[in-house]
Every structure is written in C-alpha cells, then in structure tokens.
C-alpha cells in the first residue's frame, strides 16, 4: 500500500543534542510537509516542499531545519533541542499544491527531550 | 491575520447525530477541510468544500457557506470509534505552495 512512513517512531534525545527525523512516502506525491503538534493542540506548520522549492514559516525556529533530497524522502534536523522542542513531529504530502486540502499524514514521531 | 474556532469539545451519545462548527477569518480562502485524529494517531482526511452546499460521505457529512464563513461537519449513527479529535482546516491559498491553517480542533467524545 501506498503510505507515508516515518522513523523512528519514538526518540528521545538530550538537551542540545541534534536529532534527525525522517520521513518517507511512495505515494509520488510533489508537496511534503513537516508539522509539530504539541498535546491537545492543532498541527503546526513548520515548513513544506513543493518539489525541490522550500517554504520556512516565518515563525519556524532557526534550530529547526529541513532537507528533501528526492521526491520520497524528506528530513527534520533539530540542531539543538529544548525541552519546548517535545512534541508529536508529523510529515505530510499531498499530490499537487491544488491539492494541499488533502493531506496524507505519516503516524508521526513523538520526540522527547530529557 | 487568518483563524478558525470551532468547540473544543463535544459530548454525544451512540447512535446520535452530532454537528461540529467551523468559523473563520481567512485573507484568501479556497475550501475548507475536517480532519479526523485519533488519539496517539495521524490527522486522517474525512472531507473538502469548495462551494457552497453539503457534502456527503457515508455517515460523514460536511456542509460549507462561504458568505457565512461558517462550515460544519455532521456525524450521524455515532458509533464509540468516532471519539476523536475533529480538526477543521482552511487552504491558504496566497502561498503558492499551498498549504492549510487548522483550527484548535474538537474533541469529541462518543458515550454508550
């Protein structure tokens, strides 16, 4: 089945050091997104990829960065966790830009920060 | 600025029919989604209006008055696997990466 994957699906890491997430999908699709959602509250944005072009959320934190090296995979780099940084970490893709109202979300990975 | 509000949370009874409401102030708009999420789980896609009117899909229905900016979606026959959390989402369509802004969600929660 076509499905959005991501690893690990728990991490917990230490106060400042980097954590890499990561995300796959062999849906084909162009737009992948990173969400953070923290309990109780709705996904929030971090940025998105329409290919190979990136959008930064204005208020998307500096230690927070991003890369796609091809269609399938998308990476989450936290260069310096906080304890604030915990939360649910979701990637998302939809199709086309067209399409960004449908959105096939991967099970998420829940980050800790000791 | 752009928001959505919708109840934070719901309480029905199985078999029930139960409606959440979307309310929003967007700069652009170009359709309103609901998302369905299970605790500890992914935000699923249940529906997307572009235009005026209902949607239906099974037991899901969604139902969209852009003058109003007011949306909701309609559960009907409730069942216990329907508590969930129920986000509305609007598309932003300024940005031509196209991506959505969600409101805080509705918890709902189906009782016996």
């Known amino acids: 089945d076509a499905m959005v994957i991501q690893n690990p699906r728990y991490q917990v890491t230490q106060f400042g050091k980097p954590v890499t997430l990561s995300c796959s999908q062999t849906l084909n699709h162009n737009v992948m997104y990173w969400y953070q959602q923290k309990s109780s509250q709705a996904p929030k944005l971090l940025f998105h990829y329409y290919d190979k072009d990136f959008n930064n959320e204005a208020d998307t934190p500096d230690n927070f960065q991003s890369r796609r090296p091809n269609t399938s995979f998308c990476f989450l780099d936290i260069r310096s966790p906080g304890l604030g940084d915990a939360a649910m970490y979701l990637c998302?893709?939809?199709?086309?830009?067209?399409?960004?109202?449908?959105?096939?979300f991967g099970p998420g990975t829940r980050l800790t920060v000791t | 600025g752009q928001s959505l509000e919708q109840p934070s949370e719901v309480t029905a009874v199985e078999g029930a029919i139960v409606q959440i409401n979307c309310t929003y102030q967007?700069?652009?708009?170009?359709?309103l989604s609901w998302y369905q999420q299970h605790d500890g789980g992914a935000p699923t896609f249940l529906s997307y209006n572009a235009l005026d009117g209902l949607e239906e899909t099974g037991r899901f229905s969604s139902f969209l008055s852009r003058s109003d900016s007011y949306g909701y979606l309609l559960l009907q026959e409730l069942q216990m696997k329907d508590s969930a959390s129920y986000f509305c989402?609007?598309?932003?369509?300024?940005?031509?990466?196209?991506?959505?802004?969600f409101g805080q969600g509705t918890e709902l929660s189906v009782k016996p």
């Open positions: 998302a893709t939809s199709s086309r830009v067209i399409r960004s109202y449908e959105q096939y």
């Open positions: 967007t700069s652009g708009f170009y359709g």
């Open positions: 989402a609007v598309r932003d369509g300024e940005n031509q990466g196209g991506k959505l802004i």
